[in-house]
């Protein structure tokens, strides 16, 4: 697809870049038969090849309009289109940058705006959503049911190990995941001490900068990437072997660090060292002896889910079952192969009904085989999915970590 830029981008390290991903889009038109609100809408504006288009546009013209906002907006950034194109087409590099220059191009009325913000501001900090979060569950029965469901139950704790061992690694602790599911990393925690591996929580790492970046903040995510850099560096040259993700979601941002800060001259190599050691925590289990743990497989049937981060972006779609089935859990059949389950994030907010038809349908494949239980490898998912399943919908870690598992039966 060939573009003509227009003079205000033409300069610019955006426009160029835009250009040159958009030059490999052929118009086949297999991204359609993947792209999850395409098929909800049969609006090809509504798909990957109708937003390149809009893009394009925006290119060319150095104008966005209001229907240019609204389908960039409903992209969930699944990235299945990805895996489906022939041609290798970086869709999701594409859209950040469209979002970015839409933004620039078409301001936003004051209340999205603010609803955005809010989010950017909220999520991004750890000890304020933690704040957040600790008042929204004592307000739970006052909340309508539709914010009711929404907030996650309040988990209790088990102490994490205290045994130092030569092998250390860094563990992302996360921002959502922290606050509402404080019992994954726990459970990274016990399992890998297990192994003979020790995790280091950086304490001021914060945010992988993926809320900032993907809602067009892209310095704010870039000074979240800085600083979650100069927080690991001393550990990293002390020995730190990889910095694990327990949220597909960061650590589908973590394996960015280095290309989204390739033009900074005081961090590109840093950046690129980070991200070469960056690792989903299921990555790192395929390579250590798992017959060490004690695990409880006695839970019923388990339905995975696998996250589009952990499927498109780190490329892992069979990593869950690999891990489950090779621990002796007994594996739900899914209906149908699962699209996005329209958590993505914050699109379960800011698109409230596109996402819950989402949701339905991954429910409805997910629970076919009658599992007793979800797992699946993000937080956002974990949340989403949880709140309208009739069976508890766990990360996939706990259920190798003994004293978590065996609080999953018989449910």
Same mark, same amino acid.
């Given at each position: 697809m060939h573009v003509e830029l227009h003079p205000k981008f033409v300069n610019t390290h955006s426009g160029r870049h835009a250009k040159a991903i958009t030059s490999a889009c052929v118009h086949c038109g297999l991204c359609l038969t993947t792209?999850?609100?395409? /098929?909800?809408? &049969?609006?090809?504006?509504?798909? $990957? =090849?109708?937003?390149?288009?809009?893009?394009?546009?925006?290119?060319?013209?150095?104008?966005?309009?209001?229907?240019?906002?609204?389908?960039?907006?409903?992209?969930?950034t699944c990235r299945s289109c990805e895996t489906t194109c022939p041609s290798g087409m970086q869709y999701g590099e594409l859209v950040d940058i469209g979002r970015e220059l839409m933004e620039q191009t078409a301001p936003r009325p004051v209340v999205p705006k603010t609803l955005r913000w809010l989010l950017r501001s909220i999520l991004s900090r750890p000890r304020l959503l933690r704040t957040g979060l600790v008042f929204a569950q004592r307000l739970?029965?006052? /909340?309508?049911? &539709?914010?009711?469901?929404?907030? $996650? =139950?309040?988990?209790s704790q088990k102490a994490r190990p205290t045994q130092k061992h030569a092998r250390k690694m860094l563990i992302l602790e996360g921002c959502v995941q922290g606050a509402a599911t404080p019992n994954t990393n726990d459970a990274v925690c016990r399992v890998l001490d297990k192994l003979g591996i020790s995790l280091i929580g950086a304490s001021k790492a914060g945010c992988c900068g993926a809320v900032n970046y993907h809602l067009a903040a892209h310095a704010d995510g870039?000074?979240?990437?800085?600083?979650?850099?100069?927080?690991?560096?001393?550990?990293?040259?002390?020995?730190?072997?990889?910095?694990i993700s327990s949220a597909s979601g960061c650590g589908a941002m973590l394996v960015d660090y280095g290309r989204l800060l390739a033009d900074d001259a005081n961090y590109a190599e840093k950046a690129?060292?980070?991200?070469?050691l960056s690792r989903d925590i299921g990555e790192i289990l395929l390579d250590e002896d798992l017959s060490r743990l004690t695990i409880d497989t006695q839970v019923g049937k388990v339905a995975i889910h696998n996250p589009c981060t952990l499927q498109h972006a780190l490329q892992q779609p069979d990593l869950i079952a690999t891990l489950l089935k090779q621990t002796g859990f007994d594996i739900?059949?899914?209906?149908?192969?699962?699209?996005?389950?329209?958590?993505?994030g914050t699109?379960?907010?800011?698109q409230p009904t596109i996402s819950e038809r989402l949701r339905e349908k991954t429910l409805c494949s997910l629970e076919s085989d009658q599992p007793s239980i979800i797992a699946t490898a993000n937080i956002g998912c974990q949340l989403h999915l949880g709140a309208a399943a009739g069976i508890p919908v766990v990360h996939w870690i706990e259920l190798l970590d003994a004293s978590c598992s065996s609080s999953h039966r018989g449910n």
């Open positions: 792209c999850p609100t395409y /098929l909800d809408s &049969r609006d090809e504006r509504d798909s $990957p =090849r109708g937003r390149i288009y809009l893009i394009k546009n925006l290119l060319e013209t150095g104008e966005a309009s209001s229907q240019t906002q609204l389908h960039l907006d409903r992209c969930l739970s029965p006052l /909340l309508p049911a &539709r914010l009711r469901h929404k907030v $996650p =139950r309040r988990q870039l000074d979240n990437m800085r600083r979650n850099i100069d927080a690991w560096w001393p550990h990293l040259q002390n020995g730190a072997e990889a910095i690129l060292h980070v991200s070469q739900a059949i899914t209906t149908e192969k699962l699209l996005c389950c329209g958590s993505a699109y379960s907010v800011l």
